[in-house]
């Protein structure tokens, strides 16, 4: 079966920092970039950051970019994303996916996706 496990979501101040990681499992890696979406309450889905499996090039959104990092550790699977300087509008729920191809995260974040997990809340307090 295909799993991709988020974790590391929870409470933080404003400014803080949260480190989330997500394990595949059940799929070929190779050709596919992983990464993350989130959604927030009341607003729709938008992509947050991407890594490829190729060459580890990595992608982030606008709203995101400066703040957060993705990196990959391809010998256990998982992916990680260091979230620094938090803010309130980071709120959402956080999923783990897999796309086919780099996606346009800023505009068109589904195209391409063909796996994504539960997610995990991710809370910045004002």
């Known amino acids: 079966d295909v799993q991709l496990q988020a974790s590391g979501g929870g409470l933080v101040q404003a400014g803080g920092s949260l480190r989330l990681s997500c394990a595949a499992s059940?799929?070929?890696?190779?050709?596919?970039?992983i990464g993350w979406f989130r959604q927030a309450p009341g607003k729709e889905r938008e992509g947050v950051s991407c890594?490829?499996?190729?060459?580890?090039?990595?992608y982030y959104g606008d709203s995101v970019k400066g703040r957060f990092t993705i990196s990959s550790d391809n010998a256990k699977n998982t992916v990680s994303l260091q979230m620094n300087s938090l803010k309130p509008e980071d709120t959402a729920v956080y999923y783990c996916?897999?796309?086919?191809?780099?996606?346009?995260?800023?505009?068109?974040?589904?195209?391409?996706?063909?796996?994504w997990g539960k997610g995990t809340q991710v809370t910045v307090s004002s």
């Open positions: 059940g799929f070929t890696r190779d050709g596919h970039a």
């Open positions: 996916a897999a796309w086919r191809r780099v996606p346009d995260l800023n505009d068109d974040y589904d195209d391409g996706i063909e796996y």
């Open positions: 890594i490829t499996s190729t060459d580890g090039t990595t």
